[in-house]
């Protein structure tokens, strides 16, 4: 079935370090998306990407979609502490439905240390 | 405010027992869906239900049940079948369950086994 990898599993950084999480679909898909879960808290949608290639900005948020549409990346500039939670992506699942099921990586757990 | 209501936040379970998980939104939305959340695992599907008194398997539906009786209500069962419950449990709803709609998400249900 359809897998969705992401690494690294977990990242430790320094305050104002830069950190990237990636992520990589065994089949093409029609988009990728991110959520944000704070430690104890929920999923939180981020952003959609659709297109071949497509970056998008988010403040000190970058993400982009990978030409052949199998992987993705954020990447987050200068971190701060409010960026600590898990970082996942998610596609939807292959066989040609529309059906909103998603298939989420295992998750990037970002740690921020002041 | 609108969104998605879980209940109880902490669940537990004694062998043998059903447990019924509680998931009720306000967003008006179509679809619904039930995903576990295992530490250091990204989120697995349980079902999914994109209209009233319609629901699919996901991934890992064995030991699971479920109703969509009304449009803002998805309960999850927890079956004497499930051998390995404990688990972090998070309702998701979409506005009609499309692949390229986001997901909103209430605020989990934590069921562990006494």
């Known amino acids: 079935g359809q897998q969705v990898m992401q690494i690294p599993q977990y990242q430790h950084v320094q305050e104002g370090e830069d950190f990237t999480t990636y992520c990589n679909s065994s089949?093409?898909?029609?988009?990728i998306q991110w959520y944000k879960q704070r430690p104890g808290g929920h999923p939180v949608f981020l952003i959609q990407?659709?297109?071949?290639?497509e970056v998008k900005k988010q403040k000190r948020l970058t993400f982009q979609f990978g030409e052949a549409k199998k992987n993705s990346s954020l990447h987050i500039t200068a971190t701060q502490t409010t960026d600590v939670g898990t970082y996942f992506c998610a596609g939807p699942n292959a066989g040609g439905t529309s059906y909103g099921k998603l298939t989420f990586g295992q998750g990037t757990i970002l740690t921020v240390h002041p | 405010d609108g969104g998605i209501t879980q209940s109880p936040k902490y669940l537990f379970r004694k062998e043998g027992q059903n447990v019924t998980l509680s998931c009720e939104q306000n967003?008006?939305?179509?679809?619904m869906y039930w995903y576990r959340q295992d530490p250091g695992q990204g989120l697995r599907l349980i079902y999914y239900s994109q209209i009233v008194n319609d629901f699919q398997k996901g991934d890992i539906a064995e030991g699971y049940s479920v109703s969509r009786e009304k449009k803002e209500s998805f309960p999850l069962t927890v079956t004497s079948a499930q051998k390995n419950p404990t688990a972090f449990y998070l309702c998701a709803s979409s506005i009609a369950g499309r692949s390229n709609e986001k997901l909103f998400f209430g605020s989990g249900t934590q069921l562990s086994v006494l």
């Open positions: 990407l659709v297109k071949s290639g």
């Open positions: 967003l008006n939305h179509d679809a």
């Open positions: 089949t093409t898909l029609s988009n």
